[in-house]
């Protein structure tokens, strides 16, 4: 009798990819309450989680998430400049040296000493990947609150744009220079904390 094929064992890179986008549902959606599209009632997942896209994944030793951010090249499309250009004062900024961070996700199970720890290993990350290729500077979209903490983690960060009212949300486009000194301003607020981290690719979920 012939026995079944067995699927090829997931790889690290698959199981933090799966891991990530769980963590988004956990996070956007039952938390959250984003109106985004869900695969399979477990994972979120958009129009641009592409091929195209990068996630820098933070795991615990035993490959749980605990924080992770999507990356997405300006040259084309990305969420500023194809659905919130009207906070940007002037162009939207984009270029090879230009990233934008989206899905800035914290494992919601975490304590809240955990989850500050976890918060400044993803930053540091951003940092550490931006001075490792080259990238020179991020945008993003955040709510005030939000904004308010990523302009005190002591990076160059600025306001694109006055504050303004989105739908529901109150949103501002924001714009961060990395450069050399950038680990040391954030060494200097207490943030900086380099961890090992995961660059996936993504190529979808099997």
């Known amino acids: 009798m012939l026995s079944s094929p067995q699927p090829a064992p997931l790889s690290r890179n698959d199981l933090a990819l799966r891991a990530m986008f769980e963590a988004r549902k956990r996070v956007f959606v039952d938390l959250l309450k984003w109106q985004v599209p869900v695969l399979d009632g477990r994972f979120e997942l958009d129009q641009f989680d592409t091929p195209d896209a990068e996630y ?119 714009h961060i220079r990395i450069d050399a000194l950038t680990p040391g301003a954030l060494t200097a607020t207490g943030i900086y904390r380099p961890a090992t981290f995961d660059l996936v690719t993504a190529g979808g979920i099997q």
Do not use: K
């Open 56 to 174: 820098l994944i933070l795991t615990d030793a035993a490959g749980n998430h605990r924080a992770s951010a999507r990356l997405l090249r300006t040259e084309g499309s990305h969420i500023l400049a194809d659905l919130f250009s009207q906070l940007c004062d002037g162009p939207v900024p984009s270029g090879p040296t230009c990233r934008e961070i989206t899905r800035f996700c914290l494992e919601p199970g975490l304590s809240a000493r955990d989850r500050r720890e976890a918060r400044n290993q993803l930053v540091s990350a951003l940092a550490d990947h931006a001075l490792r290729c080259g990238i020179t500077e991020y945008t993003g979209v955040a709510s005030p609150g939000w904004f308010g903490q990523i302009t005190e983690f002591g990076w160059d960060c600025r306001a694109l744009g006055e504050m303004r009212q989105v739908g529901n949300h109150r949103l501002v486009a924001l």
